[in-house]
């Protein structure tokens, strides 16, 4: 994996073919680059309204279980479904921002989420919850993929990770907004009121991204075959520098969310006993990730890609064991090292992506929302039937082997790096 200040690999450039894309094109261009002001403030707001509706059931789904009468892994589905659908989804709507443009995309795709979310209210049953969540999932992929391609054109290359960290900082104010404002209207008025209230948060969201995001200046529309885009997707899936970063960020995000599905069920059980209002409450822990989102840029410099990789993996790792014992403050900061370190993680990853390909930058950073969304799916599911057949414990034991094989993963690149490095060294 390259450190902070390496050059981009010449590998992923060279194992994907070269077709005129969208991203050779606009970088060519003399167009000056976009207000970072306004850009940062408007993918914050998308990215506020994408994780806002992506986990909005995830704080309720104790309640929602018992409304629906089932057990926590049947309704952890309403998770599931929706990062299974944009997993599913994100790819080939990566393909169609080619020719319809990032933000034309990125509109349709939140308005239509947006919509969906209105609706989730008056879903009838939890079959039809289930499947509006899965079209909202779908809806909701072409943000991610068409975000990080619009910034790898339209942003300052030397800017790449600090923007990257803002965007998901705003994914952790909207992850975290969305679970705090569904489990305080829930507690008053019901799960369904608390849906309501996650919608109207989008939507304000949305709002700002549309009154905000420049139009794009440096992206001309492509429209390459099927072969072509086949023949740069398995260019991608071959470079072994892209394959491990998807790989990491598929792994942090199932512990990631293995955590976050079980947490909820945890708290309102005994020992603690919480209501929903104050299971809400816990998920403003968030905010730590907008702050370790926003430093990332920062750490980097300090301590290089890996490096940084490393720290939040050991983050994580730390908060995991934190997170076993049975008092309210350890489980809580356990949260917090959980949080950080996973953003943190996360952001480093993806900008990472953005950085080793050099050509078929969307479907790059489709591919990792693929790994990554898959991981979420995995993670939410996996968590909630670890956590109904042996308690937190195995939520927990899920969560750190998937911790420990992307540090292996992590650290196997470490290790080609440093033999390459003397393989050079020696020759010279």
């Known amino acids: 994996m390259p450190s902070a200040t390496s050059p981009a690999p010449a590998t992923a450039g060279a194992s994907a073919p070269s077709f005129p894309s969208a991203t050779a094109t606009a970088t060519a261009t003399d167009h000056p680059h976009p207000s970072p002001v306004r850009v940062n403030l408007a993918l914050f707001g998308i990215g506020v309204a994408t ?62 989420a947006v919509a969906v979310a209105l609706v989730l209210p008056f879903a009838p049953g939890l079959p039809a919850l289930i499947a509006l969540r899965a079209v909202q999932g779908a809806a909701l992929a072409g943000i991610p993929a068409s975000a990080v391609a619009y910034l790898s054109e339209e942003v300052d290359r030397r800017a790449m990770v600090g923007a990257i960290g803002l965007f998901i900082a705003g994914n952790s104010v909207g992850g975290m907004s969305g679970r705090m404002a569904g489990g305080w209207v ?33 992206f001309t529309a492509s429209r390459p ?35 976050y599905t079980a947490i909820a069920f945890r708290l309102a059980e005994e020992p603690f006993g919480l209501s929903p209002g104050i299971v809400g409450s816990v998920f403003v822990i968030f905010l ?11 750490l980097v410099d300090r301590l290089g890609r890996r490096g940084a990789l490393y720290a939040a993996m050991g983050a994580v790792g730390a908060g995991l064991l934190l997170s076993l014992w049975d008092s309210l403050p350890a489980v809580l900061l356990g949260l917090v090292l959980i949080t950080g370190g996973f953003f943190s993680g996360h952001a480093v990853a993806s900008a990472s992506v953005g950085r080793a390909a050099d050509t078929g930058r969307a479907q790059a950073a489709a591919l990792y929302q693929v790994g990554y969304y898959t991981g979420a799916s995995a993670g939410g599911l996996l968590g909630a039937l670890s956590f109904h057949w042996s308690g937190w414990a195995g939520t927990v034991a899920l969560a750190f082997a998937a911790l420990l094989v992307s540090a292996a993963v992590t650290l196997y690149a470490t290790l080609r790096a440093g033999t390459a490095s003397r393989t050079v060294a020696g020759a010279a």
């Open 225 to 259: 075959g099927p072969r072509e885009m086949a023949a740069t997707v398995a260019g991608h899936l071959t470079t072994p520098l892209l394959l491990r970063l998807f790989t990491i960020g598929a792994l942090l995000m199932t512990a990631f969310n293995a955590v």
């Open 288 to 298: 730590v990730g907008t702050g370790s989102s926003s430093l990332t840029g920062p």
């Open 51 to 112: 994780f806002a509706l992506l986990f909005s059931t995830q704080a309720l789904l104790p309640e929602i279980g018992a409304a629906f009468g089932v057990r926590p892994d049947q309704a952890s589905w309403t998770v599931s479904a929706t990062t299974l659908a944009l997993a599913a989804a994100v790819l080939p709507l990566s393909l169609l921002s080619e020719r319809v443009g990032r933000r034309a995309m990125m509109t349709g795709s939140v308005t239509v």
């Open 186 to 218: 829930a507690e008053g008025f019901g799960w369904r009121a608390g849906l309501a209230a996650v919608a109207l948060l989008a939507l304000a969201g949305a709002v700002l991204y549309g009154l905000l995001l420049p139009r794009q200046r440096r």
